[in-house]
């Protein structure tokens, strides 16, 4: 818009691509929520008990809830959360390691593109014992889009 004609709008004030504009950078909460989306849901129905004072307890304790899901850590600079890494533990003691990273140089880490991804660990995670991995979804920075992988 300009000061001389206050609703007229230049094709590139409309029609910036979203490549020129930069990332587009998640808040936490934004995190949290796509990251809950990612996790894999029940196949059956729940196993569901009455525990004391009248609290529904999940027996299926292998498949991630919110209520078992630990921040592991959250990281940010200037432009906001650039890593934030959430745990599960399962009833084995298996662990998930969930975590977002967004594209950039930092100091703990350099990732070239915005993603959600899993690694799976044999045992606590200060075993070192990492079996395998998952990325979750991609971040296209062209179209501003993610794409869930899994």
């Known amino acids: 818009m300009s ?4 609703m007229s709008t230049s094709v590139a004030e409309t029609f910036t691509p979203v490549s020129e504009k930069g990332p ?12 809950e ?15 004391e004072g009248g609290a529904v ?10 209520e078992r ?5 959250t ?4 432009n906001g959360v650039y890593l934030h890494e959430t745990v599960f533990i399962d009833e084995s003691g298996d662990t998930t390691l969930y975590s977002y990273r967004r594209a950039g140089d930092y ?10 991804d899993a690694a799976y660990y044999m045992g606590a995670m200060k075993d070192d014992i990492c079996v395998g991995g998952d990325t979750l979804s991609n971040y ?4 501003g889009k993610w794409t869930d992988v899994k």
């Open 140 to 143: 296209d920075e062209h179209t």
């Open 69 to 73: 899901l630990e921040t592991l850590r």
């Open 3 to 6: 000061v001389e004609k206050p």
């Open 107 to 116: 100091a703990e880490l350099r990732a070239a593109n915005t993603v959600f």
């Open 75 to 78: 990281l940010e600079d200037k």
């Open 24 to 35: 587009r950078i998640l808040s936490l909460d934004e995190i949290k929520a796509k990251l």
């Open 57 to 66: 307890i999940d027996q299926d304790k292998n498949l991630p809830t919110r």
């Open 37 to 51: 989306t990612l996790i894999p849901k029940k196949t059956q129905s729940s196993i569901l008990t009455l525990e």
